[in-house]
Nanobody
């Protein structure tokens, strides 16, 4: 089985920073794209940032210049450094990873359980 476990959420004041982590474990041959999504109350889940297997990154416009996605392939972990946080960043943050469990095998999408980020004074 493959599991994604997120950590690092919490309560922070506007302008503050948080660093989210998402570690994949289990039967893993390779991990392709890794993404961070978020879902605010009453809103649809949206992709926040993406990093490919080669390290290319993309961000939704609302977080460009404030958030940084990175990955450590030796630890099967993806990070999201969030700076200059705003109240509108409040949401449950989820990681997603495209994982190949064996060589020449199919790629599956896995989700973490989510971690709450609350930005409030």
């Amino acid at each position: 089985q493959v599991q994604l476990v997120e950590s690092g959420g919490g309560l922070v004041q506007p302008g503050g920073s948080l660093r989210l982590s998402c570690a994949a474990s289990g039967s893993i041959f390779s991990i392709n794209g890794m993404d961070w999504y978020r879902q605010a109350p009453g809103k649809q889940r949206e992709v926040v940032a993406n990093i490919t297997g080669s390290g290319s990154t993309n961000y939704v416009d609302s977080v460009k210049g404030r958030f940084t996605i990175s990955r450590d392939n030796t630890k099967n972990t993806v990070y999201l450094q969030m700076n200059s946080l705003k109240p509108e960043d409040t949401a449950v943050y989820y990681c997603n990873a495209l994982i190949q469990k064996r060589v020449f095998g199919p790629t599956y999408s896995y989700w973490g359980q989510g971690t709450q980020v609350t930005v409030s004074s």
